[in-house]
């Protein structure tokens, strides 16, 4: 799959920086932070999993969300890794365009699961009652379809106008991944249709969500404001408080990133508030959940405890 008249089989990946001195510390890091994504968010849907008590529509979102961060790190990471120990980080046009496919797939459908997410937290602390009802599971799974659906369309639009354009003789994008705005930069055809589709598109996949988690967020604490016991409102704080902290980090940088004017962004700082939405998000999204999560911390240790009794009935038993 190759544009027509487009003379580049290949991109090459300019990475995180050039700068020799940094490349094997930043391996080292970004590998860190990759190896916590990767076990935080795959422990915690095996928690979820292997836990009845977690089989509730908030932590059914949370199952996802974990699913979504640990693929879009994966997509991402290995490669951006490679740009630090090789001399030349090589990707296939048809490899940069399932990468920026699958990235765009899993960034917008993250975004629509945190506004599922909110919705959620509304219905169960301003109507408790109707919680069940509400969000049955028959619900729940209308919410994920919507949500991957949104995910398939955002990912489609942005791949199918960047496959249009023509690639000449440059071929170094100028970022660790193949994202929308370095790779609008090497076209030699017009781009006006590409930008006005992320204006569009970008907008309205963090518009939506925006809205959605602000109005939610907004009939919480009047409610939250109505309970008289001093208790009862920490308590529906806390249920609140984490999903917050990641929507700050996801919708903040992404904002940043795509919607403010091309003009006033260098790539330097592209890449920097990409790091925040690709890399960061990913791995502390099961830390926020899990450290400041009652429940999460009670599903491990039953699990912990579950192991640590398999691992001494094996052993009394000459297993």
């Not at 690639?167 to 705005?181: E, K, R």
Request: one cysteine or more; aromatic letters at 14%; hydrophobic letters at 50%.
């Amino acid at each position: 799959m190759v544009a027509e008249n487009s003379s580049v089989t290949e991109f090459i990946l300019a990475g995180l920086t050039n700068q020799q001195g940094l490349q094997m510390p930043l391996f080292f890091l970004f590998l860190g932070f990759y190896v916590v994504s990767v076990v935080g968010n795959l422990g915690l849907i095996t928690l979820i999993g292997l836990n009845s008590h977690l089989h509730t529509p908030m932590y059914f979102f949370l199952f996802n969300l974990s699913f979504v961060d640990f693929c879009y790190s994966t997509v991402i990471t290995p490669k951006m890794l490679m740009s630090f120990v090789s001399k030349k980080n090589i990707i296939a046009y048809t490899g940069c365009m399932t990468q920026l496919f699958f990235f765009l797939f899993f960034v917008v459908s993250e975004s629509f699961i945190l506004s599922a997410m909110a919705y959620d937290r509304y219905v169960a602390i301003c109507s408790p009652l109707m919680y069940r009802v509400t969000m049955s599971p028959q619900v729940c799974l209308l919410l994920l379809l919507g949500v991957y659906v949104m995910g398939f369309a955002g990912a489609m639009a942005h791949t199918m106008c960047m496959v249009r354009l023509t690639f000449c003789a440059n071929n170094l994008v100028d970022h660790y991944m193949c994202d929308i705005l370095p790779l609008l930069e090497l076209s030699c055809t017009s781009t006006h249709v590409n930008v006005l589709v992320v204006f569009i598109v970008v907008g309205m996949h963090i518009g939506v969500p925006t809205v959605t988690i602000f109005v939610s967020y907004a009939l919480i604490l009047s409610s939250i404001l109505h309970i008289r016991s001093t208790e009862g409102r920490v308590k529906a704080f806390s249920t609140c408080s984490s999903h917050i902290i990641a929507v700050s980090l996801f919708f903040g940088s992404g904002a940043f990133m795509y919607l403010k004017p091309l003009s006033l962004l260098s790539m330097n700082q592209g890449k920097v508030f990409s790091l925040f939405y690709t890399i960061v998000v990913p791995m502390l999204n099961p830390l926020i959940y899990s450290l400041r999560n009652k429940d999460v911390k009670v599903a491990l240790k039953k699990t912990m405890s579950k192991r640590k009794f398999t691992l001494l009935r094996k052993g009394q038993w000459g297993l």
